[in-house]
């Protein structure tokens, strides 16, 4: 990273340097760039993910909190068709973590992967126990907050300054 000093958002040299993304080197200095519960939702989020496979896998979830059919071999294989999508979601998440912890510019796309692949675990979950006609107050729950969280925080995100008019970061 060239050290170099570039402007920040009030005109004053950035701490940050010349990171290659000159309006995400803006965000980091804003108070907006991270809204404040955003990262601990989504560490909540990518390390729930991560253990609920855990538990999954190791067969340690209680049946009472099983969903209807759980035993069912085709709803084993519907539940575990959503493991590769929601390990991406804990990946770019912890990535999206990893680099605001460092003041990278590059939090912003992992973050906004992170969050459109969140909100779209949820909606998928839901699209199918609506059509299985399933509405198991606890996995609604969890599935409409998958979509709830990620469908605000991207709204804000859209709107930063950071995203050019073709929706890339500016170089």
Known sequence: MNRSIVGNKQGGPSVYG???????????ESE???PA???????????AFII????????????????????NP??????YSFLPLDLLVSITG???LRFWARRSPDWLPWCFASLILTFCS????????????????????ANLFLMIYPGYFLSILLKLD??????????
């Open 18 to 28: 010349d990171c290659g993304y000159t309006r995400a080197c803006r965000l980091m």
């Open 32 to 34: 907006t760039a991270f």
């Open 37 to 47: 519960p955003l990262p601990a939702l989504m560490a909540f989020t990518d390390f």
């Open 52 to 71: 609920y496979w855990v538990l999954v896998i190791s067969s340690a979830i209680p049946d009472e909190y099983l969903f209807k059919d759980y035993k």
């Open 74 to 79: 085709l709803m084993v294989d519907w539940n």
């Open 94 to 96: 912890l990535q999206a």
């Open 122 to 141: 949820g909606l998928q979950a839901l699209a199918f126990w609506a059509v299985h006609a399933d509405y198991d107050p606890l996995w609604w729950g």
């Open 162 to 171: 950071a995203w050019n008019g073709s929706g890339f970061l500016e170089k």
